[in-house]
């Protein structure tokens, strides 16, 4: 195993404290003993999915219980679909059955759908349980596992019942993208191309660059991805833990993604609904006069060479897409917020505001005819 890189996410909150993210090769294999040290129990439940669990639970609870730890193992069939208030609730349940109880810390171990249903688990079973996120897909690992918010998303939309609670650390080992199906490795390319965008212009030309060498899943260039995006993310929520202010430029893209991923029933991954998302956001910005020209096409071609869609799939009308927003998170006083961007790299805020509230017409102008290739 190679010396982890370390990136520390410093709370900024007086009760809150910070924790580390380590990214190494094989770091894995020494998972009992960085709980012992980060996360020390007496005994570990497990949240993971179906496929991971396939993968690698055997290996997982082989090596928590030679290193003496009480461990079970609760799995829940993979995919978006699940991430509800019903797996929340059949996960606990076990759990109770099982007779965890406050001894037990935490593991949420997978793709971002674990990550986020184990730690609102965590953040909610027996008012509270410390754990870690071991996050296996490239999304979770250089987005979703970091920054503390877990949730579930209900039949109104993504992510609307949930809570912030924070992991004691975030174990990522990229060994384990080695067995991520392809579509999932692009899917994660697009939340580190929004980390380019919104963050470091340097970082995505870099990306844009790489592009073959990410998709072949070299590891070298994946671990180096890895940490810059997770160096992002970590300045980001550092700032704003609560996401009250530029915590929310982590959600460009993410007004038109969270409506696109529901329309689609969730059969298009969140990467790919993230990518789309930035191009319209783009778009809606620079129709809206706060984001250079070229930006939208600049992302589209990365987007494209990253193999990820950049347009509206075709049977999605603006009225449908833009009722969608409306039920996100992110509509306030009956107007819709985008975190929008100056040019890629450059962040706009608007008198220390992150959110921008744009009028439904100029949205229904953007998206109208973008379906398809353009
Ligand atoms: N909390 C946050 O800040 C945050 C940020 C971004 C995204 N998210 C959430 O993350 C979710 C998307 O994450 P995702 O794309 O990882 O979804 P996911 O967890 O469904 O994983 C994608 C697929 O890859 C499989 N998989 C995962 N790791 C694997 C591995 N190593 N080998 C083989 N198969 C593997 C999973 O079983 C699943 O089928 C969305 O729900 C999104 O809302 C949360
Ligand atoms: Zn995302």
């Not at 709370?11 to 894995?28: C, H, I, K, Q, T």
């Not at 202010?245 to 990467?271: C, D, M, Q, V």
């Not at 193999?307 to 509509?331: E, H, Q």
Request: hydrophobic share 40%; proline share 4%; glycine share 10%.
């Amino acid at each position: 195993m190679s010396t982890p890189h370390r990136v520390k996410v410093a709370l900024p909150e007086a009760n809150s404290r910070g924790y580390e993210v380590l990214v190494g090769s094989g770091l894995f294999g020494s998972l009992a003993s960085i709980l012992s040290r980060f996360c020390p129990a007496h005994r570990y439940a497990v949240v993971t999915d179906d496929h991971v669990a396939e993968l690698y639970a055997v290996r997982l609870s082989r090596m928590l219980h030679g290193a003496g730890y009480r461990t079970d193992v609760f799995a829940f069939t993979a995919g978006e679909e699940q991430k509800t208030r019903e797996t929340w609730t059949l996960v606990t349940d076990a759990m109770m059955e099982a007779g965890c109880g406050r001894d037990t810390a935490l593991i949420a171990f997978g793709g971002g759908v674990p990550g986020d249903l184990g730690g609102f688990v965590a953040a909610t079973y027996m008012r509270g349980l410390p754990f870690v996120q071991v996050p296996t897909s490239l999304l979770a690992m250089i987005d979703a596992s970091v920054g503390g918010k877990t949730g579930v998303d209900t039949p109104a939309g993504k992510n609307l019942v949930g809570a912030f609670h924070q992991p004691n650390c975030v174990i990522i080992d990229p060994e384990l993208l080695s067995t991520l199906p392809e579509e999932h490795l692009r899917a994660g390319l697009a939340e580190a191309v929004k980390h380019g965008a919104i963050a470091d212009a340097e970082y995505l030309a870099w990306i844009e660059q790489e592009a073959d060498t990410l998709l072949a899943g070299d590891a070298q260039a994946l671990s180096r991805l890895i940490v810059r995006s997770v160096e992002i993310k970590a300045e980001i929520v550092a700032r704003d833990e609560k996401e009250v202010g530029p915590r929310k430029l982590l959600n460009f893209g993410h007004t038109i993604a969270h409506a696109i991923e529901a329309l689609s029933g969730y059969s298009l991954l969140h990467g790919e609904a993230v990518a789309v998302g930035m191009v319209e956001e783009a778009r809606i910005g620079e129709r809206s006069g706060v984001t250079a020209p070229g930006t939208s096409a600049r992302l589209r071609t990365i987007l494209s060479r990253l193999g990820l869609p950049t347009s509206l799939p075709i049977d999605f009308s603006a009225d449908d897409v833009i009722g969608r927003t409306r039920t996100d998170k992110k509509a306030r006083n009956g107007r819709v917020e985008y975190a929008l961007i100056q040019d890629v790299g450059t962040p706009v805020s608007r008198e220390g505001r992150w959110g921008h509230p744009v009028a439904d017409e100029t949205v229904a102008e953007v998206l109208a005819g973008a379906n398809g290739n353009r």
